[in-house]
Nanobody, 119 residues
């Protein structure tokens, strides 16, 4: 029943911007901590940004000042605004929804959105 659908990925030149969206259905969105992860082939999935139900946000150091995560409870949608993109940001970006008691393997994931940054 729970479904997370990412959109907004694509190909962009270094220094450019993209905005990812994650539309959530089948869950009480306001109760969930939402996050963006990213992964490249052969590497472990990395937490990029997280937004809790309390309004707290966290970012991996490499994206601080460039990325902004927004949890819009009214629209049940999660956003990731990405600015000053570099090739190091190239990855598949995944939307994640979790309750505090959930194991990572039991959390909900979107199918991913490819972001490719060219130099």
């Amino acid at each position: 029943q729970v479904r997370l659908v990412e959109s907004g990925g694509g190909l962009v030149q270094a220094g450019g911007s993209l905005r990812l969206s994650c539309a959530a259905t089948g869950l009480n969105f306001v109760r969930y901590t939402m996050a963006w992860y990213r992964q490249v082939p052969g590497k472990q999935r990395e937490l990029v940004a997280r937004a809790t139900t309390f309004g707290t946000t966290n970012y991996v150091d490499s994206v601080k000042g460039r990325f902004t995560i927004t949890k819009d409870n009214a629209k049940s949608t999660l956003y990731l605004e990405m600015k000053l993109l570099s090739p190091e940001d190239t990855a598949v970006y995944y939307c994640n929804a979790a309750l505090p008691w959930m194991a990572v393997s039991d959390t909900y994931w979107g199918q991913g959105a490819q972001v490719t940054v060219s130099s």
